[in-house]
């Protein structure tokens, strides 16, 4: 019973209906999404639990897709689990009769996806766990940070375009001063705009409230992601692996090539 279970979540046919649930369901996402900024947008700035028990059980009939997608990822990291321990154990049980280059070709596909699954984690850890908070950038606003840290807003500046050129005073950048402070020491930062601050492992967004009717209103996103090394690292690993395995399948391809052309021509 066991085996067949554990054939049936390995199968190539599970992994091809999984996918293309999470399509659909990301099709779906993106029309719910659209019409309910209210209840979505806050996904940004708060951890998943904290989100769903704000938002989240209250609108069951708008978000059951982001529960299918969920699902679906889960059943697909499982599945990926699977095919994957079944082909290292048949290559391991095979490896002495392949050379050491073929051997790495064959098991090459195997470690992308477990960089797959390392990048999965990651956004899964990054999701429950870490700190995600959003504070009004308003002078004198103070808030305590895990690890003993405070930071305090000292001020914040917004420079305009001139009213008669094209952009009629439109908003040009802002910018906000902040006082980071630890036990050991005190710094005095500042971001804008697509100017981001990273410190202590944390990063400061500026961040702009379309929504409000003061104009405008700023606000400042702290996040600490504990998944994001596993993301970077795991990305960075698959797209290396795959560099390597299509630069080294071209090559065979070529030496194939030329020694057929090398035999018809006699």
């Not at 989100?51 to 969920?70: D, H, Q, T």
């Not at 470690?111 to 700190?131: D, E, P, Q, R, T």
């Not at 702290?222 to 299509?246: C, E, N, R």
Request: glycine fraction near 4%.
């Amino acid at each position: 019973m066991l085996k067949r279970i554990w054939h049936f979540f390995g199968s190539v046919k599970v992994t091809f209906w999984l996918l293309l649930i999470i399509a659909f369901s990301f099709a779906l996402g993106s029309y719910y999404v659209k019409y309910n900024p209210q209840i979505f947008k806050q996904m940004n700035y708060s951890l998943f639990q904290d989100w769903f028990n704000l938002y989240g059980r209250y609108y069951p009939e708008k978000i059951w897709w982001l529960v299918m997608l969920l699902l679906s990822l889960f059943a697909l990291g499982i599945n990926t689990c699977i095919c994957t321990l079944d082909r290292l154990l048949s290559l391991f049980s095979n490896r002495k009769k392949m050379s050491k280059k073929i051997f790495l070709l064959k098991i090459t596909p195997s470690l992308i996806h477990i960089c797959f699954l390392v990048v999965l984690s990651g956004h899964l850890i990054g999701m429950i766990s870490g700190y995600n908070k959003v504070l009004p950038a308003e002078a004198g606003v103070k808030t305590s940070l895990p690890a003993q840290a405070e930071i305090e807003i000292l001020r914040q500046n917004c420079d305009y375009y001139p009213l008669s050129g094209p952009l009629k005073g439109s908003l040009k950048q802002c910018t906000v001063n902040l006082r980071l402070q630890t036990q050991r020491e005190t710094t005095l930062k500042q971001i804008s705009f697509l100017h981001p601050l990273y410190w202590q492992g944390y990063s400061f967004h500026l961040i702009m409230d379309k929504s409000s009717t003061k104009s405008p209103e700023l606000k400042i996103s702290i996040k600490q992601d504990p998944g994001v090394k596993l993301i970077l690292s795991g990305f960075t690993a698959m797209i290396l692996l795959m560099l390597w395995y299509f630069t080294q399948i071209n090559k065979s391809v070529k030496i194939k090539h030329e020694e057929s052309t090398v035999k018809n021509s006699f």
